[in-house]
């Protein structure tokens, strides 16, 4: 229970629990705080104190079950299962080297799956929440950890609330606390004191940390935080770190399965056939078969899969598009059409009033950008229209945004063209802070999409009290009776209004409407039935967004990448199509309204979204239609939002693209992908690293299965035509060791190959294994089986022991690696070049470290007792290079002829 203000300990904050029964101004008072919030020194103390505002995010698997995890696998159990054989037959060294081989894989799964998990863990530290709090008596925005009892916060739609607050004010708020109360109606709050008892559900007073801001605008002051919350005290809440894994490492787990249970049925049958047919013994068919099993599983295989994806998703955060979910990389590599919103998106974002147009007097207004600079619009020379000057106080009073300066440059905490209104407001000589105070602000209908306009009432004398309305021009028109001129009110003229509002419309302006009234005496609030009828009109503002020069680039690398650009905004339709042209969107680029769509349904719906580029005046239900019309058709959606509203379609479109600047923590939550600079650049850039991620996993696909195959391949053809293993299942684990911990984890690494965004999309549904890919896995791994067994043959046939024959084998197959690498580095484009060749850092690093193994399992006797290898002279050396080379010039020659005939994936 709160003390009364003289008996409260006024340190023990985070004890406190039952507020909602007691008066604000209570609170306010034993908590130490005011009305205006803490002083920035007082919050670094209570910092100290308190300690972050912020509940533990789940415990990650302890380290000992995540190594073991890595034994959790149908490959591996294959490997197990082959060295309790080996070791029944008493191959000691051969049981030892295949167990190596399987904790070798799992060390190096656990080290690099830790190392992701800590990049993945930062990257969604990236988009800690902010919120919005009174510090020093000045709206600041701070991260939502750093919260103390005793702060004033800001809250409104699409908010999350970022602690437990008391609420102190409020208006139209309602707030969804399903995730605590199971409530699926979202609770309408107040600020009068609620019933000692009621329920958690009940309490109308407060505002719990993590629900979720439906509509309207409140303030409240913290009064808990971290784990003192109540979601803090709920401990099925906290989730654990984000599992590495997605639909396309399932499918390779799933092909693991499947792959397990082919294998040991074949190798049932060639051990009955070795035994019956060829005159095997049982325990030489037996080695025989076990070497067959090691060569064919690719046991690195999800591990550096899973790292692929990993630092695809840390090349993206560096490009300023954070993902939220693992699967969203794969899901962007196959995006065929963006969804985009256009202000700040594909616009600067940095609004500037260009335009003041009143009765008879248009103003052009210099300068861009929130700095007032020396662009003053009234010079002493130029008489000041009262008209004017009106409507700018009308922009200044209605608005909640401020302007601050860092020292080299302007920003604005609040709406961007609020922000410009305070900009245009210093141009005409008036002092913010000094006209808010004159014209204080009594009460106000917040803005809402379904309404469009916001109304404040101000306070002039105690007598005089007059309502501002600033809203979408059509809105605020349908409000007024009578329009302000220089000498007066008169009629409101709607032709003259239109015609103003079209021409500003057609240069790419987004203009607002405004209008006032004067209210009756002792008037303190104010509601819709206020200002539906008799306002009158004050004029517009019309604002420049310019587009991004770098959207203006990204949009054409869209286009040549195949993939379609739509531009969907609540903006007026000429301005739309006006900035649509200046992005290179089309000369004269089609443009529907909201209205418009209302009338189409079905074939025409589909038809008219498939040939439209730009969609204004919409609502998110405009947008949600909008993204299904296009999946029906089978195209994969981005879809960028920042609003509470836009939160269906992002769940709806296949990649959901929250802004990270204006974005609300409603619209993250729903996406996969966060912006971080809200810039339209940053999706493009993010779908060229989801194509190149897709691509270096072809490439370790590609480069792996080869590898085992040529393996089988000699295996096999041993069995079958009864001639001396070419390899033992040690010497195959070796290979399959030294290969994919290095060359194959190397190509994760891959830069984009050139033309990645010339390319048109893959199908969503095509595999990993596609045409191309498959033939060379089957070319590949009959070529290098087959000059594997040549070598062998020819170093038998010149009199070489069988050792020394199985250890040019075993080199062969290395040196054909390191070239196919090279030439597999590059799918859709010849290796003969010198980009090709050069390799990257990466590259070198591994084949520095092959070429060191591959030298001690040559040359050091300990590595020829376990493996059985014997030292090889230069000459021989010599020819297995060649021989490498010579494969690598072949396959090139085969890309160039062959790569043509299979269609674009």
């Not at 042209?581 to 209302?598: F, K, M, N, S």
């Not at 959606?637 to 929250?658: C, F, Y």
């Amino acid at each position: 229970m709160l003390a009364a203000p003289d008996t409260a300990n006024q340190e023990d904050y985070q004890t406190i629990r039952s507020v909602h029964d007691r008066d604000a101004a209570h609170v306010v008072a034993n908590l130490a705080s005011t009305y205006q919030g803490l002083s920035s020194s007082e919050s670094e103390r209570r910092f100290r104190q308190h300690g972050p505002n912020s509940i533990p995010t789940g415990t990650r698997r302890h380290p000992v079950l995540r190594f073991l995890g890595h034994f959790n696998n149908a490959l591996i159990y294959f490997l197990l299962a082959g060295a309790a054989a080996a070791a029944a037959l008493g191959h000691v060294i051969d049981t030892g080297v295949i167990l190596a081989v399987v904790l070798v894989n799992a060390v190096v799964g656990f080290l690099q799956e830790g190392k992701a998990e800590d990049a993945l863990a930062a990257i969604r530290n990236m988009i800690a929440p902010k919120a919005s709090v009174l510090r020093d008596g000045k709206r600041v925005s701070v991260p939502q950890a750093n919260l103390v009892p005793g702060d004033v916060v800001l809250i409104e739609a699409g908010d999350r609330v970022p602690a437990d607050l008391r609420l102190l004010r409020a208006r139209s708020l309602r707030i969804d606390e399903a995730i605590l109360t199971g409530e699926s109606v979202a609770a309408t709050k107040h600020t009068d004191p609620v019933d000692t008892n009621a329920a958690l559900g009940d309490r109308r007073s407060l505002a719990f940390s993590g629900t979720l801001v439906a509509t309207g605008q409140g303030t409240g002051i913290v009064y808990a935080t971290g784990l003192q919350t109540e979601i803090g005290r709920i401990s099925e809440l906290l989730g654990g770190v984000e599992e590495l894994t997605t639909p396309l490492l399932r499918q390779i787990n799933r092909f693991g399965q499947r792959f397990t249970r082919f294998a040991f049925a074949g190798a049932a049958v060639l051990f009955v056939f070795a035994v019956t047919l060829r005159g095997y013994q049982w325990d030489e068919a037996l080695m025989a078969v076990v070497a067959l099993a090691v060569s064919l599983v690719p046991e690195g295989l999800p591990a550096v899969i899973t790292i692929t994806l990993a630092i695809g998703v840390q090349r993206m955060a560096s490009r300023n598009a954070v993902i939220r979910r693992l699967p969203a990389v794969e899901t962007l590599g196959a995006t065929s059409v963006i969804c985009s919103d256009k202000t700040g998106t594909l616009t600067r974002n940095e609004m500037t009033a260009r335009r003041v147009v009143t009765v008879g007097e248009t103003l052009i207004v210099e300068g861009s950008g929130y700095a007032p600079g020396a662009d003053l619009l009234f010079p002493d020379t130029d008489p000041v229209d009262n008209a004017v000057l009106l409507l700018i106080r009308a922009g200044l009073l209605c608005n909640d945004a401020r302007l601050r300066t860092d020292g080299t440059a302007w920003h604005v905490e609040g709406d961007p063209m609020e922000g410009a209104l305070v900009t245009l407001a210093m141009k005409a000589a008036f002092d913010p802070e000094t006209e808010r105070a004159d014209w204080a602000r009594s009460d106000e209908i917040p803005f809402d999409a379904a309404h469009r306009f916001m109304a404040t009432l101000h306070s002039v004398s105690p007598t005089e009290h007059v309502v501002l309305v600033k809203g979408a021009p059509e809105a605020v028109l349908a409000m007024c009776a009578r329009q302000e001129a220089s000498d007066g009110a008169t009629a409101l003229d709607s032709g003259y209004w239109s015609d103003q509002i079209a021409q500003a419309a057609a240069q790419g302006e987004r203009v607002l409407g405004f209008a006032m009234r004067h209210m009756p005496e002792g008037t303190a609030r104010i509601d819709f039935p206020d200002v539906e009828t008799g306002l009158t009109f004050l004029g517009i503002v019309g604002f420049i967004d310019p587009p991004r020069e770098d959207a203006i680039a990204a949009i054409a690398e869209c286009a040549s990448a195949g993939i379609g650009v739509r531009m969907i905004t609540g903006d007026h339709a000429a301005t739309a199509k006006a900035i649509a042209r200046q992005l290179g969107l089309g000369d004269d680029p089609a443009v529907l309204t909201g209205h418009d769509l209302d009338q189409l349904s079905g074939d025409d719906f589909a038809q008219a979204v498939r040939d439209t580029i730009v969609f204004a005046r919409t609502s998110p239900e405009h947008k949600l239609r909008i993204v299904q019309a296009l999946q029906a058709e089978g195209r994969v959606v981005a879809m960028t939002g920042d609003g509470v509203n836009d939160a269906p379609s992002l769940k709806q479109a296949d990649v959901g693209i929250a802004m990270g600047v204006k974005g609300t923590e409603a619209a993250k939550e729903a996406s996969e992908m966060v912006l971080m600079d809200d810039n339209f650049t940053s999706i493009v850039a993010a779908v060229h690293e989801g194509r190149t991620v897709h691509d270096n996993i072809r490439k370790v696909v590609g480069w792996t299965l080869p590898t085992n195959g040529g393996e089988a391949l000699t295996v096999i053809l041993a069995i079958l035509f009864s001639f001396a293993m070419p390899m033992t299942p040690v010497q195959i684990l070796w290979v399959n060791l030294i290969l994919a911990a290095t060359l194959g984890l190397a190509l994760a690494f891959e830069p984009s190959e050139p033309g990645v965004m010339r390319r048109a999309p893959r199908r969503p549904d095509a595999g990993l294994l596609t045409p191309f890919i498959l033939w060379r896995v089957i070319i590949v791994s009959i070529m290098f089986a087959a000059i594997s067994l040549g070598v062998f043959f020819w170093a038998l046939e010149q009199g070489r022991d069988l050792e020394t024959a199985r250890t040019m084998v075993v080199n062969t197959l290395v040196i054909l690696e390191i070239f196919y690498l090279f030439s597999v580095r590059f799918l859709h484009m010849t290796s003969f070049t010198f980009t090709g060749v050069k390799g990257t850092t990466p590259v070198w690093i591994a084949l520095a470290v092959v070429v060191t193994g591959q030298l001690a399992f040559t040359y050091l006797p300990i590595m020829n007792t376990i493996f059985g290898s014997r030292p090889l002279t230069f000459a021989e050396g010599a020819l297995i290079v060649s021989l490498g080379a010579a494969s690598f010039v072949l396959l090139e020659f085969e890309k160039r002829f062959v790569r043509d005939r299979f269609p674009d994936e």
